[in-house]
């Protein structure tokens, strides 16, 4: 036997992991919304470069998992069930959906069915605005649930629960930022106080491993957060990133100790300013939004304690998104004001803008940005895809319409073909595989 041929072997299924990248959470395999997939579309309408069109059960915010020839979507249907369902990559046909909650219902644009699945090629993870959290194997076999609601009372946050959780070193990690007391109706129960916290479970079992209570001195819905914990590897190791209740904290991976804070994103101290991007990192800094177009902010990595005023490396208040969480591609920094449809670059270490120009879409835009293949994309809440040059200069390269509003969900990116989801249906475009 060729000696050599093993190596061959594991070279080659090197190559086709590369080339078949996972987009196993809601950012992507990076967790900066970006993905090293090539050989994708610019142009597309309904009909051309669409492999398949899958009819989803319900609108929802959230973004599908892709791993292998499975697909994970969360939705609700019209009875108000809460459903997890996994298609077939490569004919977009359900191979099963499970029931993993009730009691669906919408407040302004969101409902319980925002958070987007996780997975690790083996499990899948699906978390509900209800409280509900499960882990599935790929035959839709449930391995275990949570009920956070019975936990520790009903969810309160304003526009309901929308961040995703994460699955990163074999630990799952969810957050739950919400406002104490609580005050709306919707979260009023028997039990008088709420509490914030990190917690992390064994993905395996569902078993807590442990639970950080997260402090604030922020006001009423200020102390909320929809964004997604953020894994980062600091100088003080492996590190979990929450932004919320007016500051980002890092937390060791292994023990949820915080580790540091960093304020200034709600400088007027209003009440009503919730954060929803997450954190996104590139070297040695972490960058945060504020409430309500606040602030751009650049945080530099390796303090302890309150580092407000000595890690704040740069600050950008005009343009700062509200919603869209900024994207990491090729250590270049890209974010997207969706309100004033304004898209631009930043200098990552300065914050000097190195270029800006119109997002070309009708309203506004909800979904995050995603990057591959020196290409940015991202679809307004309209139903229009717009695909940019991620270059030295601003340059639009397509804007393509699937309409089917309202489109909040961001795209996901594997192998070749785009994931994109409306309000009815979840569309592959690119190549047939």
């Given at each position: 036997?060729?000696?050599?041929?093993?190596?061959?072997?594991?070279?080659?299924?090197?190559?086709?992991?590369?080339?078949?990248?996972?987009?196993?959470?809601?950012?992507?395999?990076?967790?900066?919304?970006?993905?090293?997939?090539?050989?994708?579309?610019?142009?597309?309408?309904?009909?051309?470069?669409?492999?398949?069109?899958?009819?989803?059960?319900?609108?929802?915010?959230?973004?599908?998992?892709?791993?292998?020839?499975?697909?994970?979507?969360?939705?609700?249907?019209?009875?108000?069930?809460?459903?997890?369902?996994?298609?077939?990559?490569?004919?977009?046909k359900v191979r099963w959906q499970k029931q993993l909650g009730t009691g669906n219902f919408t407040k302004g644009n969101n409902n319980c069915a925002s958070p987007s699945p996780v997975t690790?090629?083996?499990?899948?993870?699906?978390?509900?605005?209800?409280?509900?959290?499960?882990?599935?194997?790929?035959?839709?076999?449930?391995?275990?649930?949570?009920?956070?609601?019975?936990?520790?009372?009903?969810?309160?946050?304003?526009?309901?629960?929308?961040?995703?959780?994460?699955?990163?070193?074999?630990?799952?990690?969810?957050?739950?930022?919400?406002?104490?007391?609580?005050?709306?109706?919707?979260?009023?129960?028997?039990?008088?106080?709420?509490?914030?916290?990190?917690?992390?479970?064994?993905?395996?079992?569902?078993?807590?491993?442990?639970?950080?209570?997260?402090?604030?001195?922020?006001?009423?819905?200020?102390?909320?957060?929809?964004?997604?914990?953020?894994?980062?590897?600091?100088?003080?190791?492996?590190?979990?990133?929450?932004?919320?209740?007016?500051?980002?904290?890092?937390?060791?991976?292994?023990?949820?100790?915080?580790?540091?804070?960093?304020?200034?994103?709600?400088?007027?101290?209003?009440?009503?300013?919730?954060?929803?991007?997450?954190?996104?990192?590139?070297?040695?800094?972490?960058?945060?939004?504020?409430?309500?177009?606040?602030?751009?902010?650049?945080?530099?990595?390796?303090?302890?304690?309150?580092?407000?005023?000595?890690?704040?490396?740069?600050?950008?208040?005009?343009?700062?998104?509200?919603?869209?969480?900024?994207?990491?591609?090729?250590?270049?920094?890209?974010?997207?004001?969706?309100?004033?449809k304004v898209l631009y670059r930043v200098n990552p270490r300065t914050g000097v803008k190195l270029w800006s120009g119109e997002w070309p879409v009708d309203g506004v835009t909800r979904a995050?940005?995603?990057?591959?293949?020196?290409?940015?994309?991202?679809?307004?809440?309209?139903?229009?895809?717009?695909?940019?040059?991620?270059?030295?200069?601003?340059?639009?390269?397509?804007?393509?319409?699937?309409?089917?509003?309202?489109?909040?969900?961001?795209?996901?990116?594997?192998?070749?073909?785009?994931?994109?989801?409306?309000?009815?249906?979840?569309?592959?475009?690119?190549?047939?595989?």
């Amino acid at each position: 036997m060729n000696k050599s041929l093993p190596l061959l072997v594991v070279a080659l299924l090197g190559l086709m992991a590369a080339r078949a990248e996972n987009w196993a959470q809601w950012r992507g395999p990076n967790n900066n919304g970006s993905t090293t997939a090539t050989g994708l579309p610019v142009t597309w309408s309904k009909t051309e470069n669409v492999a398949w069109v899958a009819p989803l059960p319900g609108p929802s915010g959230a973004t599908p998992a892709v791993w292998g020839d499975a697909l994970f979507v969360t939705s609700p249907d019209e009875a108000g069930n809460l459903l997890l369902l996994c298609l077939d990559r490569a004919s977009g046909k359900v191979r099963w959906q499970k029931q993993l909650g009730t009691g669906n219902f919408t407040k302004g644009n969101n409902n319980c069915a925002s958070p987007s699945p996780v997975t690790d090629g083996k499990l899948v993870i699906a978390m509900f605005g209800s409280g509900d959290l499960a882990a599935l194997d790929f035959s839709g076999q449930v391995l275990w649930s949570r009920q956070l609601e019975k936990e520790y009372g009903k969810l309160a946050i304003n526009w309901l629960y929308g961040a995703s959780p994460l699955l990163h070193g074999g630990r799952l990690y969810v957050q739950l930022l919400q406002r104490n007391p609580p005050t709306y109706k919707h979260a009023l129960d028997d039990k008088p106080t709420r509490e914030s916290f990190l917690f992390c479970l064994d993905p395996q079992t569902g078993h807590y491993l442990w639970k950080q209570p997260r402090t604030t001195e922020a006001l009423a819905e200020c102390m909320e957060s929809y964004a997604t914990p953020i894994p980062f590897r600091g100088k003080q190791g492996d590190e979990i990133l929450l932004a919320g209740g007016d500051y980002v904290t890092a937390h060791d991976a292994a023990t949820g100790k915080e580790l540091w804070r960093c304020g200034g994103l709600n400088p007027r101290h209003q009440e009503w300013g919730r954060i929803v991007p997450s954190v996104v990192t590139c070297g040695d800094f972490a960058y945060a939004c504020g409430p309500k177009r606040e602030m751009f902010q650049a945080i530099r990595d390796g303090g302890q304690g309150d580092v407000s005023a000595t890690h704040v490396a740069w600050r950008i208040t005009e343009n700062a998104p509200d919603v869209c969480t900024p994207l990491v591609m090729d250590g270049k920094l890209f974010a997207l004001d969706g309100d004033k449809k304004v898209l631009y670059r930043v200098n990552p270490r300065t914050g000097v803008k190195l270029w800006s120009g119109e997002w070309p879409v009708d309203g506004v835009t909800r979904a995050s940005l995603t990057g591959a293949e020196g290409k940015l994309y991202g679809i307004s809440e309209s139903g229009k895809i717009v695909v940019a040059e991620a270059g030295n200069a601003y340059k639009i390269l397509a804007v393509n319409t699937l309409g089917e509003a309202p489109c909040r969900a961001s795209i996901a990116i594997s192998d070749g073909q785009l994931f994109i989801r409306t309000a009815k249906n979840l569309y592959c475009i690119g190549a047939r595989k």
